[in-house]
């Protein structure tokens, strides 16, 4: 059955988001009040108004003094668990509270509050050379430029992501750059072989340290593995053989991580390769596609593989989440878009791109006549229109060539 057609994110619980947020706004004159709370009124005769008065005067007074001597500590908690942009406002307001904000302890704060949402890194059509963002918990698009790539270098798109970080590639497919969006940090790593035009690439952050591994993969078995602490480049273990080469990787579906486990989608025959970052081991699943359905792209949700895809049958198409049965190994379909929105793609060749893989998956539909932006959660099954991604000063609606999701950490390092 399919969900009812609505957003979620009028049912997540902001409440300590909200109580804090009025802090940003009120700039250099601020007067640290949480929200638009007032003072607790004083218990007192009802005919004693002037008492009453006095009273008042005092809880502001009290109240300023509070604030004004506030522990630098606690002042860490209330800030750490802002809203991410306002975080960056806050900056703003002097220069001990910028510094704050790079201490080691408030990022460790910050660590310690993991954002309940994912972000979506995107490039539009209408402006590939900088980056749009969507923030589900906001509901709202920011834009931002990417720092400038080394000389004679031009970032052809990004390839994959993995906690804060997103990975790019150059257009000759010989540089891989790693870039944390929210810091703006970004590095060159090691030169590698020059892989080819299409090749898939995962990411995933180390367990016991806290660096990360890259790798490529070639359609002819070929592969690579970058490791950021020790700032090189390997191959280790072997592609065995029987995993059938070449390998018709699925390009337009990122690749998808269950903790140290990277999976690849692969067609003919229809299934899924896994490479073991820790054991250095790989394996083939060999896992049917659903019938009458196109468009694939793998996405994960506390554990569990789903595939996401477009299914016409009889002239009708709506969009498909199946989940992977871990004893048979099948797909099996737990939900498909809600009939309102299906009739929106009646009679039209839609195609469809999907801009994440980590909980909430962000997609974009377009025809001719049709350009939507749909967030599915996996975990609640609940579809949500997304407002139209429109540049700076324009009023044209873009559409998302390609994207990632990423989680929003202002401590994840590039290495």
């Not at 001597?69 to 220069?95: H, M, N, Q, T, Y």
């Not at 002239?315 to 498909?336: F, G, N, P, Y």
């Amino acid at each position: 059955m399919p969900s009812e057609w609505g957003g979620y994110l009028s049912n997540v619980d902001t409440t300590t988001r909200n109580d804090v947020h009025s802090i940003v706004n009120a700039g250099k004159s601020l007067s640290l009040r949480m929200g638009e709370e007032k003072p607790p009124p004083c218990k007192r005769p009802r005919r004693d108004r002037s008492k009453n008065r006095v009273c008042r005067e005092v809880a502001v007074v009290m109240e300023e003094n509070i604030w004004k001597e506030l522990p630098g500590d606690l002042l860490e908690k209330v800030i750490a668990r802002l809203p991410i942009p306002s975080i960056f406002r806050f900056r703003l307001v002097c220069r001990s509270w910028n510094s704050l904000l790079s201490s080691h302890r408030f990022l460790q704060e910050f660590a310690e509050v993991r954002p309940q949402f994912p972000w979506f890194y995107t490039i539009t059509h209408g402006n590939i050379s900088n980056g749009a963002i969507y923030d589900p918990s906001m509901n709202k698009w920011y834009h931002l430029s990417l720092p400038s790539p080394p000389p004679k270098t031009i970032i052809s798109y990004h390839v994959a992501s993995t906690g804060g970080l997103v990975c790019f590639i150059d257009i000759l497919h010989h540089k891989f750059f790693i870039c944390n969006p929210l810091t703006m940090s970004f590095r060159e790593l090691p030169s590698t072989v020059r892989v080819s035009s299409q090749v898939a690439v995962g990411m995933v952050l180390k367990k016991a340290s806290t660096g990360y591994k890259l790798l490529w993969l070639e359609c002819n078995g070929d592969y690579g593995v970058f490791d950021s602490v020790e700032n090189t480049w390997s191959k280790p273990g072997n592609m065995p053989q029987n995993i059938k080469l070449p390998l018709a990787l699925n390009f337009k579906s990122q690749t998808i991580n269950i903790d140290t486990v990277m999976y690849f989608m692969r067609t003919n025959p229809d299934g899924l390769v896994s490479f073991d970052t820790v054991k250095n081991t790989w394996q083939q699943l060999l896992i049917p596609s659903p019938q009458y359905s196109m468009g694939h792209t793998l996405a994960v949700c506390k554990g569990h593989i789903f595939l996401v895809g477009l299914l016409s049958k009889n002239a009708t198409t709506c969009v498909c989440v199946w989940e992977l049965e871990k004893m048979t190994l099948l797909w099996k379909e737990i939900d498909r878009t809600p009939d309102m929105m299906c009739q929106e793609f009646n009679g039209k060749q839609v195609q469809m791109s999907c801009l994440g893989n980590k909980g909430l998956v962000l997609l974009s539909l377009r025809s001719r006549q049709l350009n939507r932006l749909v967030l599915y959660d996996l975990s609640k099954k609940r579809w949500l229109k997304v407002p139209s991604c429109i540049l700076p000063r324009s009023r044209k609606r873009q559409w998302i060539a390609c994207g990632t999701s990423f989680e929003p950490c202002i401590n994840a390092s590039v290495g």
